[in-house]
């Protein structure tokens, strides 16, 4: 199991390297991050997350019973559990669709959970492990879960998107862990 790097670490603030998706060392990046992503109990995870600044991500949002996921590959629904785990390389992802609030919480922020708004569809293409390009649109959970992902290849946080009320008190929250921290 990897461990996962926390809020100033300064692979969370780095932009991630785009790979070649055959590289044989990316498998076995993928296997450690979807053990430490399940480890945690998490929906997904970016290699940022893990100290590695590759553009990988990892997502599975089936234990997300009440949060349910829409997966749709050429306009056809497809049921999500049969697509998971996911295992996107040089994920690239186009928003569609009005934006909705939703929580998050993210691995790297342990503690820390706030509102962003989101579109709520949103347009996928990645490389699998082969080389295969894979196009989908997603909705629901998984939608909001590749924003959040791909964010992280590009050194963004949840928390950077939050509305000015939420990021102060998610401030005053994080100081005061940091303030516990050091006490
Ligand atoms: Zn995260």
């Not at 590009?154 to 939050?162: A, M, W």
Request: hydrophobic residues 45%.
């Amino acid at each position: 199991m990897l461990s996962i790097v926390k809020l100033g670490h300064p692979a969370l603030r780095a932009r991630a390297e785009p790979v070649v998706a055959t590289d044989e060392s990316l498998a076995r990046l993928a296997e450690d991050m979807l053990e430490t992503m399940y480890a945690h109990d998490g929906c997904g995870l970016a290699a940022n997350q893990v100290g590695v600044t590759r553009r990988i991500v990892v997502i599975d949002t089936r234990e997300a019973k009440k949060r349910p996921s829409v997966l749709r590959i050429g306009g056809k629904t497809r049921p999500v559990h049969k697509h998971m785990p996911m295992i996107l390389v040089n994920p690239e992802i186009e928003s569609a669709g009005m934006c909705l609030a939703g929580s998050e919480a993210c691995l790297s922020i342990p503690g820390i959970h706030g509102e962003v708004t989101r579109p709520a569809v949103v347009k996928a293409r990645a490389h699998d492990l082969e080389g295969n390009v894979v196009e989908f649109e997603a909705e629901g959970l998984l939608a909001r879960a590749l924003q959040h992902e791909v964010d992280h290849l590009n050194g963004v946080l949840f928390i950077d998107r939050l509305d000015a009320a939420e990021r102060q008190r998610v401030a005053d929250e994080l100081h005061q862990m940091a303030g516990g921290m050091l006490g």
